[in-house]
């Protein structure tokens, strides 16, 4: 993240830069110089997530009740020192940078071979060395910091640009996070989250007017300096050519400085002793070889420059227009003695053609997305584009299917219920451009995934009906829209569903959903996820933390993993409804731990009776037959019957293996012709996905390539 080499050149080269501080001092210095303001220190949280992820297991899906008290200890520790804290998430991906995701996202593809293939080898955990963090662990991060009382944003843009914007603007104690970026912004002091001692509350404070200093340049300079030697926005390679002519001109001899470190003073040398002589003479694209890039290394810079701040490096002139960025970043009208500054005019269009006109709706989305109350539902409604990271998924198992083709259907469902808004069907709404990870998509293209209409008794509501009405009734009419998007509509044991009491109303309306769409499900699966949703209920932190397990099973992982990420889809369709269920309802420390379930799941695997599973609780037990009843029943009026693994592995052995991409179904996909393609019928490739119009045991078909 950041400028690429910065921060391992601060570190070996100029270890100055890096300076021990207290934030107790530092608050307390703080209110001494503003009185009556309290000290605020603004977290880029996406940057945080490894730090606060400290359970030991990390692999099984989450250890959700540990990472919640973790959080809490942070948060009291900053309250109790007098320090106030705003975070801020990632809240889209900019068109500039979505080359860079996917090269990450590729690059957590391999990882997560990796640990897949440590598992299978070993039958237990990698070490931290491999650590991934959880799947929808900075989704939930979000809500359990609002939990918390916390001022809680989602970005409408590059989160570090409005992290550095906030700082600066509301005059904050500093910024916390690890992104050399905060080194190149012009804003409050930037402290590492990875040097944080909670119990002392010291880390290091990274200065920029140091770093300066150190490279003889000013902080107008370092914009210029992160954009030669490449950032998320300009790819490393682009002036590499270049920065190897300066290391060769740059006669200065520094100790302990490798070479890396070497061509950094070099570029930063040519800046000050080079570039700095025909500064306002010539334009940058005569001193530099921008080329074919000219335009977007203008718009890197630009990206660098807060609200009311200039460049000396670019032409300021009356004349206007706005980067994507959101900066005015003038244009030239002299060409012969002014720069000519690229501008991309994608925002304004954005704002004034979205994916929905109404502007009361539009702005309820907005204003909900920014104090992060949802989850891709703004996205959806302006710019028509979603995204997933990667997810604890074993590539080589085909028998579970990931996540994003599993609930892609739900997603359909709400795309039409925000893009139709209630008039003129799904028919009538442009695909929706989906990057989500999953095995086989090489995420060269969006996947173009189209609406998919809802049955829903009565039709459906408008948004301003779902979001903005008091009538009553409307609560209702929500809980309609909520089960039609997971297919529910028709359920028989609805009435059973609403009686049951939070959390597991939420649980048994996504187990349903999940066995009939995932036909390879058995009931020793279903036992362990009814189980450890009981059993959680009665255990600490710490008693989690204590679990010890025999051994680690993919399947097992990678379920986890599924369960998990039905739960953040279950954030978006309840945030599409208008909220028909509380928010904390969806949260998986309520329903879900990594090694609670492993443990259940061996256990069920091995044999072991209900009464084991629920560890003689005859509360639970009663519970757990309840739960039971509704999912199969629910299941079973779908042609769905959850059978057993050992029955099911004697009439269906070859759909446990590994199949191959030809390979043909060996049973029915249980998916009626509303739910949309079947998980098996649907792959990558920037291709159309429009509903299918096969029906439960018509005849098999081939996978898609």
């Known amino acids: 993240m950041g400028v690429r080499g910065l921060h391992g050149f601060v570190g070996s080269s100029c270890p100055h830069v890096c300076t021990e501080v207290n934030f107790r001092e530092l608050a307390e210095q703080h209110r001494s110089t503003y009185p009556g303001h309290t000290p605020t220190i603004v977290v880029d949280a996406m940057c945080c997530l490894r730090y606060w992820y400290t359970p030991e297991s990390w692999v099984c899906g989450g250890q959700w009740k540990e990472y919640f008290s973790v959080l809490e200890d942070f948060v009291r520790t900053f309250t109790a020192a007098g320090i106030k804290l705003v975070f801020f998430f990632d809240g889209m991906v900019e068109q500039d940078k979505r080359d860079e995701w996917v090269r990450r996202r590729l690059k957590n593809g391999r990882e997560i071979a990796r640990i897949f293939r440590y598992v299978r080898a070993h039958g237990e955990q990698p070490g931290r060395n491999m650590f991934f963090i959880p799947s929808g662990l900075a989704i939930f991060t979000r809500f359990a910091l609002k939990t918390l009382g916390q001022d809680t944003m989602c970005s409408l843009q590059e989160a570090d640009y409005e992290v550095a914007s906030y700082g600066l603007r509301n005059n904050c104690?500093?910024?916390?996070?690890?992104d050399t970026d905060y080194l190149i912004y012009d804003t409050c002091p930037y402290f590492s989250i990875s040097e944080l001692c909670l119990d002392s509350l010291t880390t290091i404070m990274l200065c920029r007017q140091k770093l300066c200093a150190s490279l003889d340049l000013g902080l107008?300079?370092?914009?210029?300096?992160?954009?030669?030697?490449?950032?998320?926005?300009?790819?490393?390679?682009?002036?590499?050519?270049?920065?190897y002519k300066c290391l060769s001109s740059y006669t200065s001899v520094r100790e302990n400085c490798d070479k890396k470190g070497s061509v950094v003073f070099a570029v930063a040398d040519h800046i000050s002793k080079v570039?700095?002589?025909?500064?306002?003479?010539?334009?940058?694209?005569?001193?530099?070889?921008?080329?074919?890039?000219?335009?977007?290394?203008?718009?890197?810079?630009?990206?660098?420059?807060?609200?009311?701040?200039?460049?000396?490096?670019?032409?300021?002139?009356?004349?206007?227009?706005?980067?994507s960025d959101k900066q005015e970043v003038p244009m030239s009208s002299d060409s012969e003695s002014k720069p000519e500054v690229p501008v991309n005019l994608e925002p304004e269009i954005k704002q004034q053609v979205t994916m929905v006109s109404d502007a009361e709706i539009l702005e309820v989305a907005r204003a909900r997305h920014v104090q992060a109350e949802s989850y891709l539902v703004y996205s959806i409604m302006t710019s028509g584009e979603v995204e997933c990271s990667n997810t604890l998924e074993d590539a080589l198992d085909q028998a579970l299917p990931s996540q994003a083709l599993v609930y892609r259907p739900v997603r359909q469902r709400v795309y039409s219920l925000l893009l139709a808004d209630g008039q003129g069907g799904a028919g009538s709404c442009p695909p929706v451009r989906e990057w989500f990870v999953y095995a086989g998509n090489p995420?060269?293209?969006?996947?173009?995934?189209?609406?998919?209409?809802?049955?829903?008794?009565?039709?459906?509501?408008?948004?301003?009906?779902?979001?903005?009405?008091?009538?009553?009734?409307?609560?209702?009419?929500?809980?309609?829209?909520?089960?039609?998007?997971?297919?529910?509509?028709?359920?028989s044991s609805r009435e059973e569903l609403q009686a049951l009491e939070s959390p597991f109303r939420m649980l048994c309306c996504l187990l349903i959903y999940l066995f009939v769409q995932v036909d390879t499900l058995c009931l020793e699966d279903l036992h362990a996820l009814i189980a450890q949703a009981l059993c959680l209920q009665g255990k600490s932190a710490g008693q989690l933390a204590g679990l010890q397990l025999d051994?680690?099973?993919?399947?097992?992982?990678?379920?986890?993993?599924?369960?998990?990420?039905?739960?953040?889809?279950?954030?978006?369709?309840?945030?599409?409804?208008?909220?028909?269920?509380?928010?904390?309802?969806?949260?998986?420390?309520?329903?879900?731990?990594?090694?609670?379930?492993?443990?259940?799941?061996?256990?069920?695997?091995?044999?072991?009776?209900?009464?084991?599973?629920?560890?003689?609780?005859r509360s639970r037990?009663?519970?757990?037959?309840?739960?039971?009843?509704?999912?199969?029943?629910?299941?079973?009026e779908e042609g769905r019957r959850i059978a057993s693994q050992q029955l099911w592995r004697r009439h269906h052995t070859g759909r446990w293996g590994r199949q191959g991409p030809s390979s043909h179904r060996t049973s029915s996909g249980h998916s009626r012709s509303s739910q949309g393609q079947h998980w098996r019928d649907q792959g990558p490739g920037g291709r159309h996905h429009e509903p299918d119009p096969w029906r439960r045991h018509a005849p098999s078909s081939r996978w898609s390539n």
């Open 173 to 178: 104690l500093g910024i916390l996070g690890e």
């Open 220 to 243: 107008p300079d370092l914009p210029l300096l992160a954009c030669l030697l490449g950032n998320d926005i300009v790819p490393e390679g682009t002036f590499e050519t270049f920065r």
């Open 275 to 323: 570039l700095r002589l025909h500064q306002g003479e010539k334009k940058l694209e005569e001193m530099l070889p921008l080329g074919p890039n000219k335009a977007l290394f203008y718009k890197a810079m630009a990206s660098y420059l807060l609200p009311g701040q200039k460049s000396p490096w670019i032409s300021h002139t009356p004349k206007a227009a706005t980067t």
């Open 443 to 491: 995420l060269r293209h969006p996947d173009l995934v189209r609406p998919l209409q809802m049955s829903i008794p009565g039709g459906t509501p408008s948004l301003k009906q779902l979001w903005l009405s008091q009538e009553p009734g409307t609560q209702a009419r929500r809980v309609d829209v909520l089960l039609a998007c997971l297919d529910l509509s028709s359920c």
């Open 551 to 617: 051994h680690v099973d993919p399947r097992a992982v990678q379920l986890g993993s599924l369960l998990v990420r039905g739960l953040t889809t279950l954030v978006l369709v309840n945030s599409a409804c208008g909220f028909p269920w509380r928010t904390s309802e969806l949260m998986p420390w309520n329903v879900f731990d990594g090694k609670l379930f492993h443990e259940k799941y061996l256990q069920s695997e091995k044999g072991y009776s209900v009464e084991a599973l629920v560890e003689q609780n």
């Open 621 to 636: 037990l009663a519970t757990f037959y309840q739960l039971k009843s509704i999912v199969c029943k629910a299941c079973l």
